[in-house]
């Protein structure tokens, strides 16, 4: 007889039972993340707690992250207004989503935003909450219509806790997104780490 598993479930598991035998246990992972527009704006309601609503003063979103092996997972992200510190001594702290001006032109050189998003991995008494931090850089272009568009666009994403519960509880990790994910999925690259 034998038994064949699908990589949906074989990762997951093999992370759980590796995880338990030795210290943190990482993988690489590859996949695609997507994002909508959401008018609700549901991150609000459903970020770390802790994390306060007046924090997502940009645009909101619902997010699908599709990671090979792992079960998709579905959530809400939003732009969010953050301090930033300068590494320039004596230069003064400002707040996200930030420009960083091209010297001779008015477009920006960057843009600099930052995020959050709370995603759902696993299904019934295996689901868990996963929050992150995200930074998403950009570097602009005018369109044809005179508005500034992204050219190219990066996001480093770090998980930056979970509920605690489900078959993923206290996962840890990183993940880097290459492309404008909103509308359209983009690949996604990173590790993902079991206690």
């Given at each position: 007889?034998?038994?064949?598993?699908t990589?949906?479930?074989?990762?997951p598991?093999?992370?759980t039972l590796?995880?338990?035998?030795?210290?943190?246990?990482?993988?690489?992972?590859?996949?695609?993340?997507?994002?909508?527009?959401d008018?609700?704006?549901?991150?609000?309601?459903?970020?770390?707690?802790?994390?306060?609503?007046s924090?997502?003063?940009?645009?909101?979103?619902?997010?699908?992250?599709?990671?090979?092996?792992?079960?998709?997972?579905?959530?809400?992200?939003?732009?969010?207004?953050?301090?930033?510190?300068?590494?320039?001594p004596?230069?003064?702290?400002?707040?996200?989503?930030?420009?960083?001006?091209?010297?001779?032109?008015p477009?920006?050189?960057?843009?600099?935003q930052?995020?959050?998003?709370?995603?759902?991995?696993?299904?019934?008494a295996r689901?868990?909450?996963?929050?992150?931090?995200d930074?998403?850089?950009?570097?602009?272009?005018?369109?044809?219509?005179?508005?500034?568009?992204?050219k190219?666009?990066?996001e480093?994403?770090?998980?930056?806790?979970?509920?605690?519960?489900?078959?993923?509880?206290?996962?840890?990790?990183?993940?880097?997104?290459?492309?404008t994910?909103?509308?359209?999925?983009?690949a996604?690259?990173?590790?993902?780490?079991?206690?």
């Amino acid at each position: 007889m034998s038994i064949r598993m699908t990589p949906k479930f074989a990762l997951p598991l093999l992370l759980t039972l590796a995880s338990s035998v030795a210290g943190a246990v990482c993988v690489p992972v590859i996949g695609t993340a997507r994002l909508l527009p959401d008018a609700a704006c549901t991150i609000r309601t459903v970020a770390q707690p802790g994390t306060p609503a007046s924090l997502f003063g940009g645009d909101c979103f619902s997010v699908q992250l599709s990671l090979a092996g792992f079960p998709v997972a579905t959530g809400y992200a939003g732009n969010t207004i953050e301090p930033m510190a300068s590494l320039v001594p004596g230069a003064p702290a400002t707040v996200a989503p930030v420009a960083v001006p091209a010297v001779g032109s008015p477009l920006p050189r960057q843009i600099v935003q930052t995020a959050r998003t709370t995603m759902w991995l696993g299904h019934g008494a295996r689901r868990t909450a996963i929050y992150t931090t995200d930074v998403v850089v950009i570097q602009p272009q005018l369109s044809a219509t005179g508005q500034v568009v992204p050219k190219l666009m990066t996001e480093q994403i770090l998980i930056s806790g979970s509920d605690g519960k489900g078959a993923f509880a206290n996962v840890s990790g990183h993940l880097n997104v290459m492309g404008t994910t909103v509308g359209a999925p983009s690949a996604v690259t990173g590790q993902i780490c079991m206690p």
